[in-house]
C-alpha cells in the first residue's frame, strides 16, 4: 500500500493526530492550520467538514462547526482550499464529516476529487461498516482511501472483529461512549477498555480519541494504542490564541 497513512503507522513511536475543523476560526485558516501542524511534528492531521447535525461532537467542536458554516465553509470551499495542498505538506490528511453532504456531492465524484487533492482516507462517524462494505468500500478503494471506523466500549467484539476485517488503517478508538471533549485523565474502567483491545491483537492498530487534552492523558492512551487523537483541547487553544500559537499547544502535548 502506497497510502501515506499506512507507512506513517509503520513508523516506531506513538503518533500524534491533531482534527480541526474546517474554515475555523477564520474561512481561510484551513492551509495556514495544516501547515503549521506538520511543521510541528504532527504525525496525522483530520480535517472536519462542518455539519449542521453533528451526533458525537461535544460542545467546543459543535460550536466550531457552526462558525465554520456561519464563515461560508463548504464541500466545495474545503476542496478548493485543499486544491495545491501537496505542493506545501507531506502528512497523512484525512477528511471526517458526516455521509450527507457526501451523499449530496456525490460518493463516487467525492472520492474521486480526495484522491485528486491527495487526501488519504476518511471518517465518517455516521456510515456503517456493513452499509460501507456493501455499497461504498470498491469505490473508496478504487481512488485509494482509507475508510477509518470507530469503536466504542459498548461495541461488541462480534463488530469489532468485522471492523477490522473490512479496514486496512488503523481503527479509531473512541475512549468513552459519550460526546467528545477533553477530560482530565482516564478511570480504571477506560484503561481496562484500552486493554481489552490491545489484547484482541487485532490486526489494525488503533489510535485513541476523545478526552485527550495535554501530555498526561496522551501517555494513557498510547500506552496500548498506536496514537491519540486530539481535537476539542486544540480547537479551544486556536480560540484563544488563533493560527499563531499552534506550535505552543502542541509542545504541552510532546
Same mark, same amino acid.
Given at each position: 500500500?502506497?497510502?501515506?497513512?499506512?507507512?506513517?503507522?509503520?513508523?516506531?513511536?506513538?503518533?500524534?493526530?491533531?482534527?480541526?475543523?474546517?474554515?475555523?476560526?477564520?474561512?481561510?485558516?484551513?492551509?495556514?492550520?495544516?501547515?503549521?501542524?506538520?511543521?510541528?511534528? *504532527?504525525?496525522?492531521?483530520?480535517?472536519?467538514?462542518?455539519?449542521?447535525?453533528?451526533?458525537?461532537?461535544?460542545? #467546543?467542536? &459543535?460550536?466550531?462547526?457552526?462558525?465554520?458554516?456561519?464563515?461560508?465553509? #463548504?464541500?466545495?470551499?474545503?476542496?478548493?482550499?485543499?486544491?495545491?495542498?501537496?505542493?506545501?505538506?507531506?502528512?497523512?490528511?484525512?477528511? $471526517?464529516?458526516?455521509?450527507?453532504?457526501?451523499? &449530496?456531492?456525490?460518493?463516487?465524484?467525492?472520492?474521486?476529487?480526495?484522491?485528486?487533492?491527495?487526501?488519504?482516507?476518511?471518517?465518517?462517524?455516521?456510515?456503517?461498516?456493513? *452499509?460501507?462494505?456493501?455499497?461504498?468500500?470498491?469505490?473508496?478503494?478504487?481512488?485509494?482511501?482509507?475508510?477509518?471506523?470507530?469503536? %466504542?466500549?459498548? %461495541?461488541?467484539?462480534?463488530?469489532?472483529?468485522?471492523?477490522?476485517?473490512?479496514?486496512?488503517?488503523?481503527?479509531? $478508538? *473512541?475512549?468513552?461512549?459519550?460526546? %467528545?471533549? !477533553?477530560?482530565?485523565?482516564?478511570?480504571?474502567? &477506560? &484503561? !481496562?477498555?484500552?486493554?481489552?483491545?490491545?489484547?484482541?491483537?487485532?490486526?489494525?492498530?488503533? =489510535?485513541?480519541?476523545?478526552?485527550?487534552?495535554?501530555?498526561?492523558?496522551?501517555?494513557?492512551?498510547?500506552?496500548? !494504542?498506536?496514537?491519540?487523537?486530539?481535537?476539542?483541547?486544540?480547537?479551544?487553544?486556536?480560540?484563544?490564541?488563533? *493560527?499563531?500559537? =499552534?506550535?505552543?499547544?502542541?509542545?504541552? =502535548?510532546?
Amino acid at each position: 500500500m502506497g497510502n501515506r497513512i499506512n507507512k506513517k503507522l509503520n513508523e516506531d513511536g506513538k503518533l500524534l493526530s491533531i482534527y480541526f475543523t474546517a474554515g475555523y476560526p477564520k474561512l481561510g485558516d484551513t492551509v495556514e492550520i495544516i501547515q503549521q501542524l506538520e511543521k510541528n511534528g *504532527v504525525d496525522i492531521i483530520e480535517i472536519g467538514l462542518p455539519f449542521s447535525d453533528p451526533l458525537a461532537d461535544g460542545p #467546543t467542536i &459543535q460550536q466550531s462547526s457552526t462558525a465554520a458554516l456561519k464563515n461560508g465553509m #463548504t464541500t466545495e470551499i474545503l476542496f478548493d482550499q485543499l486544491k495545491d495542498i501537496r505542493k506545501s505538506v507531506s502528512i497523512p490528511l484525512i477528511i $471526517m464529516g458526516y455521509f450527507n453532504p457526501m451523499l &449530496q456531492y456525490g460518493v463516487d465524484a467525492f472520492c474521486k476529487k480526495c484522491q485528486e487533492i491527495g487526501v488519504d482516507g476518511l471518517i465518517i462517524p455516521d456510515l456503517p461498516v456493513d *452499509v460501507y462494505h456493501e455499497e461504498y468500500q470498491e469505490t473508496f478503494e478504487k481512488y485509494g482511501l482509507i475508510n477509518v471506523f470507530l469503536i %466504542t466500549p459498548q %461495541t461488541s467484539e462480534k463488530r469489532i472483529r468485522f471492523i477490522d476485517s473490512v479496514s486496512n488503517g488503523f481503527i479509531y $478508538m *473512541v475512549s468513552s461512549a459519550s460526546v %467528545t471533549g !477533553a477530560q482530565s485523565g482516564f478511570g480504571d474502567e &477506560q &484503561q !481496562a477498555y484500552f486493554q481489552r483491545i490491545a489484547d484482541m491483537k487485532l490486526k489494525n492498530p488503533q =489510535i485513541v480519541g476523545f478526552g485527550i487534552s495535554n501530555s498526561e492523558t496522551f501517555e494513557q492512551a498510547t500506552k496500548s !494504542a498506536k496514537g491519540a487523537i486530539i481535537g476539542s483541547a486544540f480547537i479551544k487553544h486556536l480560540n484563544g490564541h488563533g *493560527v499563531d500559537g =499552534i506550535d505552543k499547544f502542541i509542545e504541552t =502535548i510532546r
